[in-house]
């Protein structure tokens, strides 16, 4: 019986999985807590990001994922500590300002709704208030993330890394940081 090939997504799940059963330190935790997200497992990611954040307590990208799985999983006070977490490690990430000022304006909303209530004036008769949305996710922090980037550099896959550093800088350019690490890449590639 042959194998059938697998699809990026289970490869590197695969590779992810391997590399934190390897070091359970490993920042590895940071793209299968994305890749659970992305399969809409926030529990399971809620779990991998509270287990990663034990070893790396000041890892904003892990923060924000574990922010964004507790906003999947309801848990929207948890989720607005965490994105608070994000900012105060890194004020310029506009990912988690911009979620932080969602849950500020569904939590305004909700207790407009409730003194509302409260005094009598709801809707008016025969029109209903439907189910408050769910944020749409972004793709911003999907898989390309700067801690995935780390990984695949800690294990040795520069070219994977560089591709990811990039896709950052595209969307973050003023990351000066993530510069300096595509210019280390670039020399460590030109070197080989």
């Known amino acids: 019986m042959t194998r059938a090939p697998e699809t990026g ?18 920042l590895a935790f940071v793209g299968l807590a994305d890749l659970a997200l992305r399969e809409d497992r926030p529990e399971e990611a809620i779990r991998l990001c509270r287990s ?11 923060h924000l994922l574990l922010a964004l799985a507790l906003e999947r999983a309801g848990e929207e006070d948890e989720a607005v500590r965490e994105l608070q977490a994000v900012l105060e490690l890194d004020a310029g990430n506009r990912l988690a300002a911009r979620r932080l000022a969602e849950a500020e304006r569904r939590r ?4 407009g709704t409730k003194r509302e209530e409260e005094s009598g004036a709801g809707a ?12 749409p996710e972004t793709g911003e922090i999907a898989f390309f993330t700067f801690s995935m980037a780390e990984v695949f550099e800690q294990q040795g896959f520069f070219e994977k890394a560089l591709l990811i550093y990039d896709r950052v800088l ?22 080989a």
Not at 10 to 18: I, K, S, V, W
Not at 52 to 62: D, I, K, R, V
């Open 108 to 111: 305004s909303r909700r207790e």
């Open 52 to 62: 990663g954040l034990s070893h790396h307590p000041n890892h904003s990208t892990g």
């Open 170 to 191: 595209r969307l973050q350019p003023d990351r000066g940081d993530v510069r300096e690490r595509i210019e280390r890449l670039k020399r460590k590639l030109d070197a």
């Open 9 to 26: 997504g289970l490869a590197a799940g695969r590779f992810l999985r391997e590399a934190l059963e390897r070091d359970p330190a490993s």
């Open 124 to 135: 008016p008769d025969g029109e209903e208030k439907g189910p408050e949305r769910p944020v």
